[in-house]
């Protein structure tokens, strides 16, 4: 596969991505280890697993990690841009079409823009929950959670020092946030909690 | 320098997303419309809109932040701002440099700080609140929006399409 190929399947992906990593996993999974078999299932998973701890949009990084694996650093570079181009040209339409649209409807556009924030507001909780279930394991993370939620509503904290305190407190006791290993955890009475599922 | 104040900020939101895009919107939120004053609650709460409709990463909304800021320039120097770094270190990690990234301070840093990201997302749940929720309309189509997401496979676009139609429609009749 050439670096043009490697381009053009990236574009595809990034047009297609609505929703975000999920939707740009499967697809990677679809046109590269599937249609075109130029990487394994395991690149995939093992992308995830080193980019997991890196801070920055995950799918940006997968394509990155994988666009090196394919073709180094013009490689990366190529389908991290490819990866891109649609979501920012889109989004530069939408920012064109918003600032004419707010300077002819000024006050009219507020119920529908209320309406549209309302809707990503319960989209947000729902994403919440979602990102929560695999991350917040512990009892220390839990109230890790509340504590950086009240900290920055009722006292208007900067988030970037809640994150930094969090994260020391990861270093000093990794063991507080995360479960024990699901070996361990797999081999125990699996009666031992009733299973609700 | 307006393009160089967006570049720095930009690097410095994507350095401390740990768990992804969706983990810093609150930081976002806080650089952009508190401390900056680049843009409007009212415009950052459409820009969260706009990137779930759009296809592609959550940050960019670094595309629309930047473009009220300083125009098409102002655009792209926010969204490469945005991904430049961490797309250095992935593609840094994929050339075996993967020593550094399981050094366990690191891990450590990133195991505390997902639930706080996560627990500050709750802020911007309150902030977008604060602006939407005039009247127990937005509060259902909220819930609703909510529940649509959870339980079904419903698309995120039409949902938003249905919410500012619905607000569209509804609203003024409430408010008045």
């Known amino acids: 596969m050439n670096l043009a190929q490697l381009s053009w399947l990236f574009v595809k992906i990034g047009c297609a991505a609505f929703g975000g990593l999920g939707v740009t996993l499967s697809l990677i999974d679809r046109y590269l280890v599937k249609d075109q078999a130029v990487l394994a299932a395991r690149d995939v998973t093992e992308s995830l697993t080193y980019t997991k701890f890196l801070p920055g949009s995950t799918g940006v990084q997968v394509v990155g990690y994988l666009g090196c694996r394919l073709g180094g650093w013009p490689g990366a570079a190529l389908a991290t841009i490819a990866y891109l181009l649609p979501a920012f040209l889109f989004m530069l339409v939408l920012s064109i079409l918003y600032e004419e649209v707010t300077g002819l409807l000024a006050d009219s556009a507020a119920p529908a823009l209320r309406g549209l924030t309302a809707a990503v507001a319960g989209i947000l909780v729902a994403t919440i929950y979602r990102l929560a279930k695999p991350a917040i394991t512990t009892l220390t993370g839990g109230l890790v959670a509340v504590a950086a939620c009240a900290l920055g509503v009722v006292h208007g904290v900067n988030p970037a020092w809640i994150v930094l305190a969090a994260g020391i407190l990861g270093i000093l006791m990794p063991q507080r946030f995360a479960q024990e290993q699901s070996a361990g955890a797999k081999k125990s009475n699996p009666d031992s909690h009733g299973n609700k599922r | ?176």
Not at chain 2, 55 to 83: E, M, Q
């Open chain 2, 1 to 176: 320098m307006i393009l160089l104040e967006l570049f720095v900020y930009f690097a410095i939101i994507s350095m401390l997303a740990f768990g992804g895009g969706n983990a810093v919107i609150s930081l976002l939120e806080r650089i952009s419309v508190e401390e900056m004053r680049w843009i409007t609650p009212q415009d950052f709460a459409v820009a969260i809109g706009f990137a779930y409709i759009t296809p592609g990463p959550v940050l960019i909304t670094s595309a629309f932040i930047g473009y009220r800021t300083a125009g098409f320039s102002g655009a792209l120097v926010a969204t490469v701002g945005v991904f430049l770094i961490p797309w250095l270190l992935s593609v840094l990690a994929s050339h075996q440099v993967r020593r550094y990234i399981e050094h366990p301070w690191l891990q450590g840093f990133g195991l505390g700080a997902a639930p706080a990201v996560i627990g500050l997302l709750g802020i911007t749940v309150f902030i977008l609140g604060r602006y939407a929720f005039f009247g127990w309309l937005y509060w259902v189509v909220a819930g609703v929006a909510l529940v649509l997401t959870l339980f079904t496979k419903a698309s995120p676009v039409l949902i938003l399409i249905g919410g500012t139609v619905l607000g569209a429609w509804a609203g003024p009749l409430l408010i008045d």
